[in-house]
T-cell receptor, first 113, second 115 residues
Framework: EDKVVQSPLSLVVHEGDTVTLNCSYE??????LLWYKQEKKAPTFLFML????IEKKSGRLSSILDKKELFSILNITATQTGDSAVYLC?????????????FGTGTLLAVQP | DGGITQSPKYLFRKEGQNVTLSCEQN?????MYWYRQDPGQGLRLIYY???????QKGDIAEGYSVSREKKESFPLTVTSAQKNPTAFYLC??????????????FGPGTRLTVT
């Protein structure tokens, strides 16, 4: 059975800290891994990773994929209170022409002032 | 502004009643999805549709029904057969089938409470 596992489930840090969120997967027909940030409601897209070893970066956030070891990490440096959210990892499993995503349970990040 | 809208934001129903959640998108996306989110369980796929007049069951379709009569609209009906309907429901869409994109765009969600 396909699965995506995120760790830790929750994390509390102070502003200015650096955090690393983990996502491991066991998925047949892997195509891409996506990271989303969910605050109060709609998840918003952060990154999509398809190739191993190529870091994607956006401001203080960065992510990398290891297709050999089947995991990805999301790094946030110099955290701010606005980074508090649930971070969701999802893997695209291409069966036929289906754009299906398999989601992990998410990591709840709380950044304290 | 392009995007996905869901209504209502909050919905309360009595047990035994069917309820329909609305999802509309003006992104010209072919594919649309319904997810359910419960605490500690992430997003689980209920139904998805790749083109008009066609849809497939996801991982937890029992007790739900959908229709896709228009490209822009993908309403979800939560029937009385759904054992635990109280949850946060998210609708999403993604780009054309000819150029599949794994990035899904999400609506703001509907929080359904059934008592």
């Amino acid at each position: 059975e396909d699965k995506v596992v995120q760790s830790p489930l929750s994390l509390v840090v102070h502003e200015g800290d650096t955090v690393t969120l983990n996502c491991s997967y066991e998925v047949t027909n892997f195509r891409s891994l996506l990271w989303y940030k969910q605050e109060k409601k709609a998840p918003t897209f952060l990154f999509m990773l398809t190739s191993s070893g190529i870091e994607k970066k956006s401001g203080r956030l960065s992510s990398i994929l290891d297709k050999k070891e089947l995991f990805s990490i999301l790094n946030i440096t110099a955290t701010q209170t606005g980074d508090s959210a649930v971070y969701l990892c999802a893997v695209a499993n291409l069966g036929g022409a289906t754009n299906k995503l398999i989601f992990g349970t998410g990591t709840l990040l709380a950044v304290q002032p | 502004d392009g995007g996905i809208t869901q209504s209502p934001k909050y919905l309360f129903r009595k047990e035994g009643q069917n309820v329909t959640l609305s999802c509309e998108q003006n992104l010209n996306h072919d594919a649309m999805y319904w997810y359910r989110q419960d605490p500690g369980q992430g997003l689980r796929l209920i139904y998805y549709s790749q083109i008009v007049n066609d849809f497939q069951k996801g991982d937890i379709a029992e007790g739900y029904s959908v229709s896709r009569e228009k490209k822009e609209s993908f309403p979800l009906t939560v029937t009385s057969a759904q054992k635990n309907p109280t949850a946060f429901y998210l609708c999403a869409s993604s780009r054309h089938r000819e150029q599949p994109s794994y990035e899904q765009y999400f609506g703001p969600g509907t929080r359904l409470t059934v008592t």
